[in-house]
């Protein structure tokens, strides 16, 4: 497969996951499309580093390091859902209005 | 001593009791009218000196510089300038003295004084400056100050409506004075005046006769406002609604004076442009001539004054037109000082009858009060040019310039004014010093002591100035022409001729009391309604304005507003519906945020 | 060619699964389509030639995030309850916005020449080893960076998931 197959199938995933974050109501779904957009990147720097740039080591450690951000992120973003769910019963994005004007 | 420190003394003393004045002194008018008296006396002071010093170079300050523009602020003491600016000093000061007299009573005192002495500044200040625009600012002060003092009761409507009209009139010229001032710019791109006037290198060498034309015109448009001259001379005598210690200020040294000084200034312009300096005179007799014929009949005291100050300010701009600086300069100072003199014997009157009519005044026995009587005699023989007084003097170089340079014509305008000078003055003098019945006094008027200083140190110059003549042409540099007593026979005549006839209508015992005009009653209606030039801006322009008015008030209400409503309805109705855009809706951000990106990323890929 | 076909089905796994995550509407089935594109993008690192990062990535992703995000929903909603119905004119816009990008990504690659270097590095170049050695040396401030806000996300969601002392 070439780079631009590569950069294509990231394209989709990420569109896919753009789907994903802007048409559910549920958090979780949000977070999912989200981590699908992420990894959409990763594949890009990974197909960059193989194809254009000589030096073996950087892709990896980006991705690497994306990884552990993801991890990151998803605690603490799972972390405010539990306690969004405890206090208003629901993680419907649409209701949780309570800062709007 | 030290000229800067001199000539900050003259202009900057009235400004600090201005300011000193207004911001301390308002609930202390005693010590606010001293104030200013000091001020005032700083200034005389100061001018004197100034004047005794003689003519020095220019002082000049670089205000700011735009490109090759220099625009600077700065003090050119020459011959009329410091001769003009002692007379403005001197007669300000003169006038405060006498106000505190003549407004001893007045509530809003401090707020006089403070506007006197504004009024002073910016006088000053005009007549030292040394740089075109420099000038125009505190010409257009001359102006706002006159307008705030006209006004100055401005609880009176026709003292308010006064002072507007003052203003916007004096505002008409002012656009053609302004008009002029960007033209030299753009010929000579400077205002220096010095400069702009020299001989071998100023504006009038270098530049085709008609721009120079051109200019000229247009600052005479300003010179028609400020110094009253037809068409745009009837807000002076509607300023009469002034305190009358304002009115003399006004028609002496301040005022109207500026026009006829800027024509000063700028006299070598006015000379190099021939057509234009024609229409100066012509415009100028004429003025001359309308103005005496109004003053003929009208029985407001104050009235005939003013009328007699335009047809006077005429006189001036007939001298400068005609050629000579000499007479110009020399005549305004003398009816500076004996219109001064005549306007604060009216004043006394005034206070002391209130009342401006002039048969009322004598027949309440207004010959009582001795100085005013013997001011008024004094100050309108001056006006009449009997000799050996001022006004005799400086006619006679008018009529001996407007006679040397063929101007026969102009001659003949210049002798009737002067007839008809001779006769209003003496009719006025008749009517209040010997009239037909005295009514019985019931109370004797007084003429306090402040008010009666002034009037005989004026009257003193009205007197004995006539006779400095010499000294003041070469003050400005220039020699005084030589006169025969043949060659001031017909002036003499022509006075003569109209206090006979003043007499025979007014003075002698069982005179008609009816001037010999009356007689003739399609003039007579002519001059009483004062040629009707009210009445037609009344029917041409301000009908004009205000049909103007009216479509500019159909098309407001109409057209623009309506628009203007859409025109907020529409931003109103936009916001609302953006602000649908901005509801909280992150998945919404997220959307748009990535289409932008995507159309950034196809218009620059 | 048989690994060639490999690859392809490793692309098939990353769209399906991002298609499922995408449109399902049963959190549940989202949460299985992601573990099933993370699982096929697992293929493509390796398909790229790196084993480690490929393995990280079912280590990580699909054992601890996936489950984690399981976890949560098993918290949060009751399985039982029926999700709500979709609103048509959101998913429209979020779909329109999704092809838009797609192909205004898919024109700028179709349109850029990218230099390609001419061979891959060598397969002892991507080792493990190699890779360690960068981390621990020229990436080594990334790495303890790293660690440090994994620890503070891991402090922060202690704090912010506990239960308030009432």
């Not at chain 2, 300038?81 to 003549?102: D, N």
């Not at chain 3, 048509?88 to 179709?110: E, H, N, Q, T, W």
């Amino acid at each position: 497969m070439t780079l631009e197959a590569y950069l294509i199938v990231a394209a989709a995933l990420f569109a896919l996951g753009l789907i994903g974050a802007m048409s559910h109501r549920n958090l979780i779904a949000l977070l999912i499309g989200i981590e699908l957009m992420m990894n959409a990147a990763s594949l890009n720097l990974m197909a960059f580093n193989r194809f254009v740039v000589a030096d073996p080591t950087v892709g990896q450690i980006f991705v690497l390091i994306i990884i552990g951000l993801a991890a990151a992120e998803v605690a603490i973003f799972l972390s405010i859902i539990l306690r969004l769910y405890r206090a208003y019963r629901d993680i419907d994005a649409e209701k949780l209005t309570e800062l709007s004007g | 001593m030290d000229t800067l420190l001199l000539i900050l003394l003259t202009t900057g003393a009235p400004l600090a009791c201005f300011v000193i004045a207004l911001l301390f002194l308002v609930q202390r008018p005693r010590a606010a009218q001293g104030t200013v008296l000091f001020g005032s006396a700083v200034s005389v002071i100061s001018a004197i000196g100034l004047l005794l010093q003689g003519a020095v170079a220019p002082l000049r300050f670089l205000w700011f510089q735009s490109g090759g523009i220099q625009l600077q602020f700065g003090f050119l003491l020459d011959g009329a300038s410091l001769m003009f600016g002692v007379v403005v000093a001197l007669i300000t000061a003169c006038i405060m003295l006498y106000s505190t007299g003549y407004m001893a009573r007045d509530p809003g005192k401090t707020r006089y004084f403070a506007l006197l002495s504004f009024f002073a500044w910016s006088m000053l200040s005009f007549v030292y400056a040394v740089d075109l625009l420099q000038a125009f600012i505190f010409w257009e002060l001359v102006g706002l100050s006159s307008f705030f003092l006209i006004g100055f009761w401005f609880e009176k409507p026709e003292a308010a409506g006064a002072a507007r009209k003052a203003f916007l009139m004096t505002r008409i010229g002012d656009v053609g004075l302004f008009i002029g001032i960007l033209l030299i710019l753009q010929l000579a791109q400077s205002f220096d005046l010095p400069g702009l006037l020299d001989p071998q290198s100023g504006l009038a060498t270098r530049v085709s006769p008609d721009a120079l034309n051109a200019i000229a015109l247009l600052i005479f448009i300003g010179i028609m406002g400020k110094s009253a001259q037809f068409p745009l001379h009837t807000w002076l005598p509607d300023a009469m609604e002034g305190p009358t210690p304002v009115s003399a200020l006004l028609h002496s040294a301040t005022m109207v004076a500026a026009g006829v000084f800027l024509m000063i200034r700028l006299h070598p312009l006015f000379m190099a442009a021939q057509d234009a300096a024609l229409i100066v005179l012509t415009l100028a007799t004429f003025t001359a001539i309308l103005s005496s014929t109004i003053a003929m009949v009208d029985s407001d005291m104050k009235k005939v004054l003013a009328y007699s100050s335009i047809s006077q300010l005429g006189f001036m701009l007939m001298a400068l037109a005609a050629g000579s600086l000499f007479a110009g300069v020399f005549h305004l100072i003398t009816h500076a000082v004996f219109k001064a003199l005549l306007f604060l014997c009216s004043g006394i009157y005034i206070h002391a009858y209130h009342t401006n009519h002039m048969v009322e005044i004598g027949r309440r026995g207004g010959r009582r009060l001795k100085t005013a009587t013997l001011g008024l005699l004094i100050g309108g023989a001056a006006l009449a040019g009997v000799p050996p007084l001022a006004g005799f003097w400086s006619k006679e170089e008018i009529f001996a310039q407007l006679g040397r340079d063929g101007f026969t014509l102009y001659m003949g305008g210049a002798f009737l004014a002067a007839f008809l000078t001779a006769y209003y003055t003496f009719r006025m003098i008749f009517l209040i010093a010997k009239p037909d019945r005295i009514r019985a006094a019931d109370d004797s008027p007084s003429e306090p002591l402040a008010m009666k200083i002034p009037v005989w140190l004026l009257a003193l110059g009205a007197i004995v100035l006539g006779l400095f003549g010499r000294n003041i042409a070469s003050g400005l540099g220039l020699i005084a022409p030589h006169h025969t007593f043949a060659s001031m026979l017909p002036a003499i005549g022509v006075v003569i001729l109209g206090i006979a006839i003043a007499y025979f209508d007014y003075g002698r015992d069982n005179a008609p009391r009816t001037g010999f005009i009356g007689k003739i009653a399609p003039l007579n209606a002519l001059f009483v309604n004062k040629w009707y030039i009210d009445d037609f801006y009344r029917v041409t322009l301000v009908a004009m304005t205000h049909a103007l008015s009216r479509v500019l008030h159909w098309v407001e209400t109409h057209i623009l507003d309506n628009n203007y409503d859409r025109f907020g309805l529409g931003i109103l109705r936009t916001g609302a519906k953006s602000t649908r855009i901005q509801n909280g809706w992150m998945q919404l951000y997220l959307g748009w945020a990535i289409l932008v990106l995507a159309v950034v990323a196809l218009v620059l890929g | 060619m048989l690994e060639q076909s490999v690859v392809y089905l490793f692309v098939a796994l990353v769209l399906i699964g991002g298609c499922m995550a995408a449109f399902s509407r049963q959190v549940l089935y989202a949460i299985i389509g992601l573990g099933i594109s993370l699982l096929g993008l697992a293929g493509l690192f390796l398909s790229l030639g790196s084993p480690f990062v490929a393995a990280m990535q079912v280590l990580i992703y699909i054992g601890g995030i996936t489950v984690a995000i399981v976890f949560a929903m098993m918290l949060s909603i009751a399985m039982s309850v029926r999700p709500p119905d979709p609103d048509v004119r959101k998913s429209m816009f979020a779909i329109g916005c999704a092809v838009v990008f797609f192909f205004a990504v898919a024109y700028l690659i179709r349109d850029t020449s990218f230099p390609q270097v001419a061979s891959p590095a060598s397969e002892k170049a991507w080792s493990v080893g190699a890779l360690g050695h960068a981390l621990l040396t020229h990436y080594n401030l990334v790495f303890e960076t790293l660690s440090l806000v994994l620890l503070l996300a891991i402090i922060g969601a202690i704090l912010i998931a506990r239960k308030e002392k009432t």
